[in-house]
């Protein structure tokens, strides 16, 4: 067999094997007397057919079956005698030989690209510094009692957080439009629910009495046929009512299954979950960091049978997600969509996978079993939860590899260069910016 290889741009590859006759014609013969066992010819008992016939009906179909078969195993055998990993499936192309030169074929495919880890001894990842404090527990157990909030009609002139209910219609030149009129429709004043100027034209509104509000819709509007344009809308009000919170005490702990200690038992409850949180939190801000360090420094060439791969596999489990969701299933999603996301994720893993590989980085079983622990603690039954991820593979294997990614992350924080900044618990939980890594 010989095998010869062509560099074509970037990671492409061009490599030609040719298979002598004697091999093929070997493999040949084997698959004549393969056929020969099963024919069916009339005349003929099974099996009984002389070769010389077999050959001359069934030579082209056995042909390129052989051709077929060695094509799979040969090309492997070409892949490893020139020290080439694949990335995807190759392009294959029969070459024009005659039948006493023996076979041969053209195999066009992208190789794994070579990964160079680089020093990142001057690079800055900024780590948080936060605690959970009295306020903001205040803050989260108020957020609690708003979430289960009963209204009570009242008489007096709307304010701030009272909730209108109106019946309205739209209007633009002067003509209704559509979508723009709803009846019986409780809107809470103050929540930047409608377009701007909506509810601030409400304030001090009285039960009963009607009100003509003169608006704009935003240049950015969703509707694009409605943005940026002026509008009118009549507003009937239909009734106003006040918010009334529930107190803290042991019925409202209860409410959140805590049974025994009462307030105060809640307020440990409240306060272990929103440090779990904040534990995770800061986990993912460390990570977001290092991996986009991983990114800058380390440039990979992605191959873009791996993007192609890795972007349909996005494009399926988005359409899967908005069909659990209700969605239609027959959005477009075109596949260009997903490939920025995609090539991002391929050069990460290539990344990754070379950190690993070359500092011998070992799963710790020890923090797989912790992080199941925590993660089961949010639920009712934690050792529930704790045997079946131990007993599924599948279920485990996800576990497995964040903490892989969390032990690259540690990696990361010895090499490079860690700033502590506080941060409160709010501006960390609500605040997507997390910092990046830069030069010292």
């Known amino acids: 067999m010989q095998v010869s290889v062509e560099s074509r741009e970037g990671l492409e590859r061009r490599m030609t094997v040719e298979i002598p006759a004697e091999m093929v014609n070997g493999a040949l013969e084997k698959r004549l007397r393969e056929i020969a066992r099963n024919a069916k010819i009339d005349g003929f008992r099974p099996g009984k057919v002389p070769l010389s016939i077999i050959r001359q009906r069934y030579s082209g179909q056995a042909r390129q079956e052989v051709f077929g078969d060695l094509v799979q195993s040969t090309y492997f055998q070409a892949l490893a005698k020139e020290n080439l990993q694949p990335a995807g499936e190759p392009s294959i192309e029969p070459l024009q ?43 989260m157990i108020l957020k609690l009692r708003k979430q289960r909030t009963t209204w009570n009609e009242i008489t007096r002139k709307a304010q701030e957080g009272d909730q209108v209910t109106i019946d309205f219609k739209g209007f633009i030149d002067g003509e209704a439009f559509d979508g723009g009129s709803a009846e019986g429709v409780p809107l809470v004043l103050g929540t930047s629910s409608m377009i701007p100027g909506f509810e601030e034209g409400l304030l001090g509104v009285e039960s009963g009495e009607n009100r003509t509000l003169e608006l704009n819709f935003p240049e950015e509007y969703r509707a694009k046929h409605l943005a940026g344009k002026a509008a009118k ?24 299954g805590v049974a025994e200690g009462g307030v105060n038992g809640l307020h440990k ?67 260009n969509l997903f490939e920025d996301q995609a090539k ?27 992080r199941v622990e925590q993660f089961a603690q949010s639920y009712e039954d934690p050792q529930e939860v704790i045997d079946y991820y131990l007993k599924d593979k599948k279920q485990l294997a996800a576990i497995e590899n964040v903490v892989l990614e969390e032990q690259v992350v540690d990696w990361v924080m010895e090499q490079v260069k860690v700033e502590d900044k506080a941060r409160n618990f709010d501006d960390l939980m609500n605040n997507s910016h997390t910092g990046t890594g830069s030069d010292s």
């Open 97 to 139: 030989m005659e039948p006493a030169e023996g076979l041969g074929y053209v195999a066009v495919f992208e190789v794994m690209p070579e990964v160079k880890l680089q020093d990142l001894s001057e690079k800055v990842i900024v780590r948080p510094q936060v605690e959970v404090t009295d306020a903001d527990l205040d803050a």
């Open 233 to 256: 809308f009549d507003v009937v009000v239909k009734k106003i009512a006040e918010p009334i919170l529930p107190e803290v005490d042991d019925e409202f702990a209860k409410v959140f």
């Open 269 to 335: 409850e409240i306060r272990s979950n929103m440090e779990r949180e904040l534990q995770e939190k800061i986990r993912g801000v460390l990570k977001e960091q290092a991996m986009d360090l991983l990114l800058e420094v380390n440039e990979v060439t992605v191959p873009k049978a791996l993007i192609g791969q890795e972007a349909a596999a996005l494009q399926q489990q988005t359409k899967q997600n908005m069909a659990q969701n209700g969605q239609t299933s027959s959005i477009d999603l075109p596949l």
């Open 344 to 370: 991002r994720r391929v050069a990460l893993g290539l990344i990754l996978g070379e950190v690993i590989r070359e500092n011998k980085i070992e799963l710790d079983n020890e923090r797989v079993r912790t």
